[in-house]
């Protein structure tokens, strides 16, 4: 049978490709043009991020953020930083899950877009929880920077910054904080039941008010908001490492987790980068923006993936704790496992 193109202007997501009986479905904004080679070459590596790379990284992210949950919560790791580790794997996992829904499965399947259920589920829980858990993993990676940074720079205000009651306060306000910001997300999109595919923008959706609020609040406000003070504290913090004697415990926490924070930034970096030269150049051909906005979202999983491994590399506690999850270390707790009262404030 002939191939039949079907063209729509009522969604953000392009999709070309599937098959069904021999006829090939092709669904993308803007209005039906000529794709150029640029547009082609997008879709293939959009493919190729979501369907391939981004589910080798959902799998191994999944998998170590898991055991980092695990070995966070042991008796030997438990301290203010450890509970915004905690906290972070288990966030991270929710991103890793939500990824997987709303982007990897479509690629493999791509018939999933055009199911009713498929469409609520995009419209009211995996699009808008995506990029809240995504909001909240990296400000809480500006907790654990921040609780980091009172211990080695400021340790006479430990007692009030670091206790366990207030670490939870924390994260529960920064949590708070994040879905006031991605209020907007959930009003993004809406299931469609008077077209084939299922799901479409709101009229805010594709306002140019949302396009501004994207830009200035998330690109501009909060990113920058999120990146100069980790950066500003862990310049300090190296510093004082430096210059000043701390508790050899204290040290190798400090240090595994400025890995784990400049790690981040950097991804932050890598995944910013294009999303604001998309939105100053590419805004106006949505079929590519959305294609080439699948490195943004694969940028953000791997940051989502990475910690396990610079806490296996970098900090020994962790990697001996993580050897008794596998039974490689008998249970007994040795002196040296046992957190101290600066570690861990009640």
């Not at 640029?38 to 799998?59: K, P, Q, Y």
């Not at 998330?218 to 701390?246: D, E, G, Q, S």
């Not at 079929?287 to 979202?297: D, G, P, R, V």
Request: with cysteine; aromatic share 16%.
């Amino acid at each position: 049978m002939d191939k039949i193109a079907i063209y729509t202007n009522s969604s953000i997501i392009s999709y070309i490709g599937a098959t069904v009986n021999n006829v090939t479905v092709s669904i993308y904004d803007p209005e039906p043009s000529d794709r150029s080679a640029e547009l082609a070459i997008l879709r293939t590596l959009h493919w190729i991020f979501s369907s391939i790379i981004g589910v080798i990284v959902v799998v191994l992210g999944i998998t170590g953020n898991t055991l980092s949950l695990i070995v966070w919560r042991k008796r030997s790791l438990q301290s203010s930083t450890g509970h915004y580790l905690t906290f972070l794997s288990f966030v991270d996992l929710i991103v890793l899950v939500l990824y997987f829904l709303i982007e990897s499965l479509p690629q493999i399947e791509p018939l999933l877009r055009f199911s009713p259920n498929y469409g609520a589920f995009y419209s009211y829980v995996g699009y808008p929880c995506f990029h809240f858990a995504a909001m909240v993993s990296l400000w809480c990676m500006v907790g654990a920077t921040f609780d980091r940074y009172i211990h080695v720079c400021c340790p006479s205000k430990a007692k009030l910054w670091c206790k366990k009651r207030k670490v939870y306060l924390i994260l529960c306000l920064v949590s708070g904080i994040c879905f006031f910001f991605t209020i907007p997300h959930f009003l993004t999109y809406v299931p469609n039941k008077e077209s084939i595919y299922s799901f479409v923008f709101t009229e805010f959706g594709q306002s140019d008010t949302r396009n501004k609020y994207i830009f200035w609040v998330f690109c501009f406000f909060l990113m920058n908001l999120a990146w100069y003070p980790p950066v500003f504290m862990n310049l300090r913090m190296i510093r004082h490492l430096k210059t000043t004697k701390i508790p050899k415990s204290q040290a190798k926490l400090t240090r595994m987790l400025l890995y784990v924070s400049f790690a981040s930034l950097l991804l932050l970096t890598l995944g910013c980068f294009p999303q604001c030269f998309l939105m100053f150049f590419k805004m106006d051909d949505i079929a590519i923006f959305q294609e080439a906005w699948s490195l943004t979202l694969l940028v953000v999983v791997i940051r989502s993936s990475v910690n396990t491994v610079f806490y296996t590399l970098f900090y020994d506690r962790f990697c001996r704790e993580l050897k008794r999850v596998f039974g490689c270390l008998n249970d007994d707790v040795s002196e040296g496992d046992v957190p101290s009262h600066e570690e861990s404030t009640p």
